[in-house]
């Protein structure tokens, strides 16, 4: 059930059984020589749709833009500072909260959100922490990788080992190429497998460490065919997930 495909009517009806609600949020950059520059958000939207349509949770429009400083060194990439994300997310969440909504499970594409995106949870725990004593929230905020799950996981370790790498991965694009078909973009990749991280600071220092944009993966090893395996692990796990996070 998506929340942007449903009236207010509907969503009342929702709130009377749930207060759960799944909110995609990823990335707009980069993605190496064959990977979208939407794949982070694209992913996590495929994922959580999914869900969705598994269980009948409802999910948020999705976060399209996240913390990608690194990345702007890059044609396309799109960046919201730390603070504007954390306000960002505190909106949206805050929103929610008015409707009566109280477990928000965050399903990522992006890494580089996990800090920022912690960092508003515990804005949102911080208001009602210092509000009057005795005073406590039901409100549940969680973040995990659509990639995180144990199948997803041990089918991604099974498809590309090593070389899944760190970004513009093998699993993600392969994912998206799944999602997104009519897409598909096919490069040469030299060195076939991109260099591994040690770090990196702002975006002209990372265009200097990772020139292609990959960091440690082969996504020229991708195709639509894992991306729809990717996807049917992901969604088992997600919907496990999600199932626990709201009992909880
Ligand atoms: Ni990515």
Sequence with gaps: MQLALSTWHEVEDYLRASHGIIIPIGSTEQHGPNG?????????????????????????PTLTIGMSQHHLGFAGSVTLRPSTLIAL???????????????FLFINGHGGNVATVTAAFDEIYAASSMRGPGESSPVRCKMIFWSQGPRATALAKELYGDSNGSHATAAEVSLSQHYHPEAIKYAQMSPKVAPKSTGFFDCADYR???????IGSDPSVSTPEHGAQLYQASVADMVEVYQAFVAD
């Design 208 to 214: 200097r460490r990772f020139p292609d944009g990959r």
């Design 36 to 60: 979208l520059i939407g794949t982070d958000h694209l992913d996590a939207e495929f994922v959580a749709k999914g869900v969705g349509d598994a269980i009948g949770c409802l999910v948020a």
């Design 89 to 103: 997310v505190c909106d949206v969440v805050t929103s929610l909260i008015k409707h009566g909504f109280e477990r």
